[in-house]
């Protein structure tokens, strides 16, 4: 199930929302933090590593988790 192993957590104040990247099914959760619901699940390709810290910078309105092998996915936000 989705979620069951979170490895790292992120939070946007400024756009309520918290990013949670799901270790053992290559997705990050994206949750609505005044709702703490979740909105999406994204997909993201690590090539059979597992996802690691998240980052992110509402500024530039992206968001970057990093796999153990070193492979940097960046997520524009809505």
Do not use: C, F, K
Request: charged share 15%; proline share 8%; glycine share 6%.
């Amino acid at each position: 199930m989705p979620g069951e192993i979170p490895v790292d957590v992120t939070v946007d104040a400024t756009r309520h929302r918290a990013y949670v990247s799901n270790g053992r099914y290559d997705t990050m959760a994206v949750i609505d933090t005044q709702t703490n619901t979740v909105v999406d699940t994204i997909p993201i390709s690590t090539l059979q590593y597992t996802l690691g810290p998240i980052g992110v910078d509402p500024l530039a309105n992206i968001v970057a988790v990093v796999s153990d092998n070193y492979i940097v996915s960046i997520i524009t936000q809505p």
